[in-house]
């Protein structure tokens, strides 16, 4: 039996005891945000959660034969939220490159071309979401290629394990290989076939999906735009102002425009639930932009580094309010693990003088991802009502883990620990839709 199977086969009611970490709306009233339970239980019930609280107030009115997971010595927290990663990338991950342009020419798109086969995007769905799954991350942002039937097999993966994911086809109708091209009918009837087929199929979302807009003309903008106004509920996804050489060519093909994020904005693409990644060259009329339009910056800083793209702003970025969350940007980001990502924005966040705590960092990977996504109360908590996707964490997953955690004083020093010396070996089981979708073994 598979551990799918076995999954789909456990009963409707359980509960687990550990250590049990969520936030309310803002990390910033740190205090009053976080609820940190020592001795806690989490019941679950038909892929919910049911209630949460201290484990000596809520085990004694549990139903006789409840199965209780102990996981004592662990921390449950809400499952991670990636907001940008390209699951085609996969295959691709550590490729040497001098810059993002010649990057994409070298090895992103002659990667992406292999998913003219329908087999081989299966095969690599499946591994990229067992990757996931084994880093804890429970809901993403994925960019599939301009095949539409790579969309169409990340999305048969996903549903099969009940993940609440969104994906896109993406959009790319110029400056790319001709073997990568469609054209702006094309690529909005394709992703009009996928919203559907998949937006609102069990926990599945679709998302518009052009690559970023110097590979997409005017026209396929303008298509877009049109379909993200007759469906407001999708999301959008793109690329901005990543690297210097993008902003001076996106400047090029757009003359006229005030800045790169301007030309999303004219053409409409600028809204709640719209998800931009990097943001790394926006000024401040920009930041406000975003902010008034409800869009959300994905920080991406082990990519970011890897290309040498540049520093995101965090200090910036919160003086003008644009909502941010936590990315990965597989391949270019070099590690599925959000806590590996935690580890490089707080650096990130130092190089600019700003002091990103660890508290701040697990809420925009969880609650603060789901509010800025407007899936506030379905993900990103452990809140009575909410999705049972939770992870466990381990924190004595390594001998150096272990030992720096006998040592800690507070919740911020377990946080922080976790952060900078954790990673997939630190999530010692995921679960979704209260079904567990992976375990490690120690």
Not at 56 to 82: E, N
Not at 282 to 289: A, P, S, V
Request: negative net charge; charged residues 20%.
């Amino acid at each position: 039996m598979t551990m799918h199977e076995q999954g789909h086969a456990a009963q409707s009611l359980s509960a687990y005891r550990a250590q049990l970490l969520y936030f309310h709306d803002d990390a910033q009233a740190e205090d009053e945000a976080v609820e940190w339970i020592v001795d806690g239980l989490l019941v679950v019930r038909d892929g919910h959660v049911e209630r949460v609280g201290e484990y000596a107030s809520l085990a004694a009115d549990l139903p006789p034969g409840t199965p209780i997971v102990d996981w004592r010595g662990r921390l449950i927290v809400p499952g991670f939220i990636d907001t940008h990663i390209h699951y085609p990338q996969t295959d691709m991950i550590a490729s040497p490159a001098p810059g993002l342009l010649p990057w994409l020419e070298t090895y992103t798109f002659p990667t992406e071309r292999r998913f003219e086969n329908p087999e081989y995007a299966a095969d690599v769905a499946r591994f990229f979401v067992d990757e996931l799954l084994r880093c804890g991350t429970t809901t993403a942002l994925v960019y599939c290629t301009v095949h539409l039937g790579s969309a169409q097999a990340f999305f048969t993966e996903s549903h099969a394990r009940n993940l609440r994911m969104v994906a896109g086809k993406v959009m790319m109708d110029r400056n790319c290989p001709e073997f990568l091209r469609d054209t702006p009918e094309s690529g909005a009837r394709d992703s009009e076939a996928l919203i559907q087929r998949w937006h609102g199929t069990g926990r599945q979302m679709v998302a518009l999906t052009p690559r970023f807009a110097p590979t997409s003309s005017p026209e396929q903008l303008g298509r877009c735009a049109e379909l993200a106004q007759q469906y407001s509920d999708v999301f959008i996804q793109s690329h901005v102002a990543e690297n210097r050489d993008e902003v001076k060519w996106a400047a090029e093909l757009f003359p006229g425009y005030r800045s790169y994020l301007d030309i999303y904005d004219q053409f409409g693409l600028l809204r709640p639930r719209a998800v931009y990644g990097h943001c790394v060259w926006l000024d401040d009329d920009d930041r406000r932009r975003m902010r008034d339009a409800g869009a959300v910056a994905a920080h991406c800083p082990t990519s970011n580094q890897f290309l040498g793209s540049g520093l995101f702003d965090f200090a910036a970025a919160q003086d003008c309010g644009m909502p941010v969350t936590l990315a990965t940007d597989v391949g270019g980001g070099s590690s599925f693990s959000m806590l590996q990502t935690m580890n490089e924005a707080h650096k990130v966040a130092r190089l600019s003088g700003h002091h990103l705590s660890a508290r701040r960092m697990f809420w925009l990977a969880t609650q603060g991802a789901a509010r800025d996504l407007g899936l506030s109360g379905r993900i990103g908590t452990l809140a009575a009502g909410s999705e049972a996707d939770f992870v466990v964490l381990d924190p004595k997953a390594t001998p150096l883990l272990e030992r720096r955690v006998s040592y800690t004083e507070s919740l911020e020093e377990l946080l922080f620990a976790l952060a900078m010396l954790g990673d997939d070996r630190a999530v010692a089981a995921t679960y979704a839709a209260g079904r567990q979708v992976h375990t490690r073994s120690r």
